[in-house]
């Protein structure tokens, strides 16, 4: 069965204190890995893509890297507006039927970051 | 210009009323989506439709019934309310076979079942 699973669910760190968020996946096929950013209230926010093992993306302060089991995003000097649960969701090759767009999420990572 | 937007933003309702919450996207997309986001903030897909046509239905009870009259809308109507189905509903949309961006999310609703 298709499965995503982030850690830590929580993570508190102080301005400044760089560190990473872990999400492992299995999936049959990747189509697809997905970050995203929600902030309390609102909707999910995409933040990257990742197709292959040994693709890195980064943007500001982030930084996401993928293998064939697992995906991190690394968080370089961080801000306290960078405090939000980050998302991980994979997309998967549906031979057949055609790619229907699901993805499958992760129970998210909450990062508070301290000034 | 919101990109998609779904009302209302707070559902508040009996157990055993019949409610619905709208979708509209206006960035031309194919495909429009309904996920549930419970308290642990877990999101799971409900349905899914392509140019009105319904593509997913998850294991979903018959009370929810999706409604898309063109490709921009997307409607959950959900009958019989349950303490259960309390969580905040998201509707999201995405252009049909790209992978590049996946979904962009509306800001939810959160239904309470009183």
């Known amino acids: 069965e298709d499965q995503v699973t982030q850690s830590p669910e929580a993570l508190r760190l102080q301005e400044g204190e760089s560190s990473s968020l872990n999400c492992s996946y299995t999936v049959s096929g990747l189509r697809g890995l997905f970050w995203y950013r929600q902030d309390p209230g609102k909707g999910p926010e995409f933040l990257f893509t990742l197709y292959s093992a040994g693709e890195e993306k980064e943007k500001e302060r982030l930084k996401a890297t993928l293998t064939k089991k697992e995906s991190f995003l690394h968080i370089t000097a961080p801000k306290p507006e960078d405090s939000a649960t980050y998302l991980c969701?994979?997309?998967?090759?549906?031979?057949?039927?055609?790619?229907?767009?699901?993805?499958?999420f992760g129970q998210g990572t909450t990062l508070q970051v301290k000034p | 210009d919101t990109a998609v937007s779904q009302t209302p933003k707070y559902l508040v309702t009996q157990m055993g009323n019949d409610k619905s919450i709208k979708c509209e996207q206006n960035l031309g997309h194919d495909t429009m989506y309904w996920y549930k986001q419970d308290s642990k903030k877990f999101l799971k897909i409900m349905f899914s439709?392509?140019?009105?046509?319904?593509?997913i239905n998850e294991t979903v009870p018959n009370r929810f019934s999706p409604k898309s009259p063109d490709k921009a809308h997307l409607n959950l109507h959900i009958n019989s309310l349950e303490l259960g189905d309390s969580a905040v509903y998201f509707c999201?949309?995405?252009?049909?076979?790209?992978?590049?961006?996946?979904?962009?999310f509306g800001s939810g609703t959160r239904l309470t079942v009183v």
């Open positions: 999201a949309s995405s252009p049909y076979g790209d992978r590049g961006r996946g979904y962009t």
């Open positions: 439709y392509n140019n009105k046509e319904l593509i």
């Open positions: 969701a994979v997309q998967e090759i549906r031979h057949g039927s055609g790619n229907t767009g699901k993805l499958i």
